[in-house]
């Protein structure tokens, strides 16, 4: 991309900004949109949490549309992995 590397103080400042507890902290919606976003986005940051969310006919569209939006990245080798 042609940008320098970032320095280790930058990286761990990074981290420090992308973990889990400090987004949930620190989640923000504006005026305007607090009507159509789940205040709950963030919940406990388990994996499988989903689980006690979804029922099993949600999970199943859930699954479906997934890979409907993804049908060509999935033809071309795209490849994830779901957690329980």
């Not at 990074?14 to 989640?27: G, I, Q, R, V």
């Not at 205040?39 to 994996?47: L, N």
């Not at 499988?48 to 049908?71: H, P």
Request: glycine share 8%; with cysteine.
């Amino acid at each position: 991309l042609g940008l320098p590397q970032p320095s280790t103080q930058d990286l761990k400042s990074m981290l420090a900004h992308c973990a889990f507890d400090t987004m949930k902290s620190n989640y923000y919606v504006d005026e305007e949109l607090k009507d159509r976003v789940n205040p709950q986005h963030f919940r406990e940051g388990g994996v499988g949490g989903w689980q006690t969310v979804l029922s099993s006919k949600l999970s199943e569209l859930v699954d479906w549309a997934v890979e409907e939006q993804l049908k060509e990245e999935l033809a071309e080798g795209l490849c994830f992995k779901y957690c329980a």
